[in-house]
């Protein structure tokens, strides 16, 4: 289905340059000389890299019909890691190169949204936030502040963030998968 610049919404697919893209933002721009034009942020969904391009207004491209199917992460298999569908119990096998970012939120048993295109399995869509365990970290020293700072904090995922002085070995933490930032304690 052929769209233009104007039909741009964050989140939506295009097909451009034979790359599948998300935009991640857009910008409409009327400079007062020259033509208007469409600055975009795209994430390209085969390789993960985040590119910005500008389009002149009102340009047609593809957009890419993306599925998104509900499955769960069964276990890591040498490089590639199992996926299984929530309804047909078909399992799919993904390379650790893909879903490289988002193996240090992986963790078994998760339910995660794999998106496709056409057979092609472009990767995975994390929820939002997920809570897990630390490995480790420095103690908390008596008399340490929730407000007075951060120390660094391996997960059993293999995730480092800063979390706060009071947060200790074993702890679950509640984690945003966006920015990878530390929001609470479970």
Not at 27 to 46: E, I, T
Not at 51 to 77: N, P, V
């Amino acid at each position: 289905m052929a769209i233009s610049t104007a039909d741009f919404k964050n989140g939506l697919t295009i097909e451009v340059d034979g790359a599948i893209w998300r935009i991640l933002s857009f910008q409409h721009v009327k400079p007062g000389k020259g033509g208007a034009f469409v600055r975009s942020k795209l994430k390209n969904l085969r390789t993960g890299a985040v590119q910005e391009k500008t389009f002149r207004s009102g340009a047609k491209m593809e957009q890419a019909q993306i599925d998104t199917r509900k499955m769960q992460y069964l276990y890591a298999d040498g490089d590639m890691h199992v996926f299984m569908d929530m309804d047909t119990y078909e399992q799919i096998s993904i390379p650790s190169e893909q879903i490289k970012s988002e193996l240090n939120y992986l963790q078994e048993n998760m339910e995660v949204n794999v998106i496709q295109y056409g057979n092609e399995t472009l990767g995975v869509e994390l929820p939002n936030t997920v809570t897990l365990e630390v490995a480790s970290t420095e103690p908390g020293i008596k008399g340490d502040t929730a407000s007075g700072g951060s120390k660094p904090a391996t997960m059993t995922t293999g995730l480092t963030l800063q979390v706060p002085f009071f947060v200790n070995q074993g702890d679950k933490l509640v984690i945003n998968t966006t920015d990878g930032t530390y929001i609470s304690r479970a």
